[in-house]
C-alpha cells in the first residue's frame, strides 16, 4: 500500500505559479509517478508524469509552463506551474503505479482568477 498526500495547491492571479508537492508513505524508488488534474464538471486528464528513470512527459495544453520533478530521498514529486491560465483550475491529483497498482491521493485544489 501507498499513501500520498498533496499539499501546495490555493488561489493564484492568472500568470502566477504555484508549487505542488507529493509526498509518499514509502519509498518512490520504483515508481512511476504522475500529476492529474479534473476541472470543474469534466473528467480527470493527465497533466504530466515522471519515470524511474527521471523521463517526463506532458500534456500539451501545459508544455512549456509545468514541470514535474522527484526528489527520491524525500519520498516526494513536485509540479512547478509558471504561467498559469484560468483554464488551469481544477483538483489535481498525485497518482503512483506500482507493482502492477495504482493509488491516488485525496487532491489539492487549485484555483486560477483572471
Known amino acids: 500500500q501507498v499513501q500520498l498526500a498533496e499539499s501546495g495547491g490555493g488561489l493564484v492571479q492568472a500568470g502566477g505559479s504555484l508549487r505542488l508537492s507529493c509526498a509518499a508513505s514509502?519509498?518512490?524508488?520504483?515508481?512511476?509517478m504522475s500529476w492529474y488534474r479534473q476541472p470543474p464538471g469534466k473528467q480527470r486528464e493527465l497533466v504530466a508524469g515522471?519515470?524511474?528513470?527521471?523521463?517526463?512527459n506532458y500534456a500539451d495544453s501545459v508544455k512549456g509552463r509545468f514541470s514535474i520533478s522527484r526528489d527520491s530521498a524525500k519520498n516526494t514529486v513536485f509540479l512547478q506551474m509558471n504561467n498559469m491560465k484560468p483554464d488551469d483550475t481544477a483538483v489535481y491529483y498525485c497518482?503512483?503505479?506500482?507493482?502492477?497498482?495504482?493509488?491516488w491521493g485525496q487532491g489539492t485544489q487549485v484555483t486560477v482568477s483572471s
Open positions: 497518482y503512483a503505479r506500482w507493482l502492477g497498482s495504482g493509488y
Open positions: 514509502r519509498s518512490i524508488g520504483n515508481m512511476f
Open positions: 515522471i519515470s524511474t528513470s527521471g523521463m517526463t
